[in-house]
């Protein structure tokens, strides 16, 4: 004789887990990852944008983006660094390196959300990630001004905070 139950406990078992972290609010469709992704965790960034000022032609200067330079957090606990590359390193030694894919706007002030393709390194938090979002910026837009013949190779290091999501697929 079968149990009543004993079915729907042994589908909860077997049945692959849906990921507890939900899509950020204002994410356009454009940005979402494809459907066979899901994410697999959230870290917090803050940290600088650099940008140095350039000569970009004859009596023209302008901001260029040099490289973000920033500490990791996951649940306010130190988790790793994002840095040139773009490149975030797990405090487990595991990498991931993006390319940029799609962009939205991230509001006046603010460096844009990025939606960017991955390629993980080593084994660890990143092994598997697949696409990053980043996120709820907060500043590190490229300055508006102070920048002119007189400040040719002056560095800005503009504060920013942002969420970065990082997919692997289902």
Not at 65 to 74: I, R, T
Not at 91 to 115: E, F, R
Request: contains cysteine; aromatic residues 10%; glycine residues 12%.
């Amino acid at each position: 004789m079968k149990r009543p139950g004993f079915a729907l406990l042994l589908l909860a078992t077997t049945m692959p887990a849906f990921s507890a972290v939900a899509l950020p609010a204002g994410l356009s469709e454009a940005m979402r990852p494809p459907a066979d992704e899901e994410p697999a965790f959230v870290l917090n960034a803050k940290g600088v944008q650099v940008y140095t000022c350039k000569e970009k032609g004859p009596y023209q200067y302008g901001w260029t983006f040099v490289a973000p330079e920033a500490a990791l957090s996951d649940n306010g606990k130190p988790a790793g660094r994002h840095f040139a590359g773009p490149t975030w390193e797990s405090s487990d030694g595991s990498s991931v390196k993006g390319a940029v894919k799609q962009k939205q706007d991230g509001g006046a002030g603010n460096v844009p959300w990025l939606m960017l393709s991955a390629t993980p390194s080593g084994q660890g938090r990143f092994a598997g990630v697949t696409t990053v979002l980043r996120v709820a910026t907060q500043g590190g837009a490229e300055p508006a001004g102070g920048c002119d013949e007189y400040g040719v190779n002056t560095e800005a290091r503009i504060p920013y905070t942002a969420d970065y999501y990082f997919f692997k697929k289902r």
